[in-house]
């Protein structure tokens, strides 16, 4: 398959800590990327190489991976967290990337 | 800085063409390779295209095969996307995406964005 799944929406209090998946099973072969995506605005790369952040990421951002399931973890979540999450990876055969279908995160 | 600029969407009926530009700056244009990614509207990111650095390899999703043809210059640092025999179901926000290390063939870890053009397809 190169279809990556993730839940529509989750939702976090405040501070607290927040896990958001992504399963698929060229999971198994390729790390997953994630990107942040706020309203109106363009996506920016958050974790790559499974658990890597660019410069500029907080370090309450992370991610790891087993099997076929990537994750992302926002640890304290803020306010300005609220956003839409996506995972990509290349799919089976190498070439082409997949992206997951999103993970809106509410901050309440 | 690295910079994107994405142009060249519009309004286009359905069975007409579009060509789009991203001009890019700030980095060796030639080293990494280049993808469309669209979305949409209130719908999610779908990668559409990749190039290789040199402009030797191409991949496509398979809804826009036969169809989309990708580009780039390299002298001018431009990424394109020619689009022919458009469809309703091609409207959305076209991204355009620098991959973060590989050089041929996508390694889907896209360290810059444009700020996306829209292209509408409706009669």
């Known amino acids: 398959s190169s279809e990556l799944t993730q839940d529509p929406a989750v939702s976090v209090a405040l501070g607290q800590t927040v896990r958001i998946t992504c399963q698929g099973d060229s999971l198994r072969s390729y790390y997953a990327s994630w990107y942040q995506q706020k309203p109106g605005q363009a996506p920016v790369l958050v974790i790559y190489?499974?658990?890597n952040r660019p410069s500029g990421i907080p370090d309450r951002i992370s991610g790891s991976s087993s099997g076929n399931t990537a994750s992302l973890t926002v640890t304290g979540a803020q306010a300005e967290d609220e956003a839409d999450y996506y995972c990509n990876s290349r799919d089976s055969s190498g070439n082409h990337v997949v992206f997951g279908g999103g993970t809106k995160l509410t901050v309440l | 800085e690295v910079q994107l600029l994405e142009s060249g969407g519009g309004l286009v009926q359905p069975g007409g063409s579009l060509r789009l530009s991203c001009a890019a700056s700030?980095?060796?244009?030639?080293?990494?390779?280049m993808s469309w990614v669209r979305q949409a509207p209130g719908k999610g990111l779908e990668w559409v295209s990749g190039?290789?650095?040199?402009?030797?390899?191409?991949y496509y999703t398979d809804s826009v095969k036969g169809r989309f043809t990708i580009s780039r210059d390299n002298s001018r640092k431009t990424l394109y996307l020619q689009m022919n025999s458009l469809r309703a179901e091609d409207t959305a926000v076209y991204y355009c995406a620098k991959d973060r290390r590989c050089s041929t063939t996508s390694c889907s870890d896209f360290d810059y964005w444009g700020q996306g053009t829209l292209v509408t397809v409706s009669s």
């Open positions: 190489d499974k658990n």
């Open positions: 700030g980095y060796t244009f030639s080293s990494y390779v």
């Open positions: 190039i290789s650095g040199s402009g030797d390899s191409t």
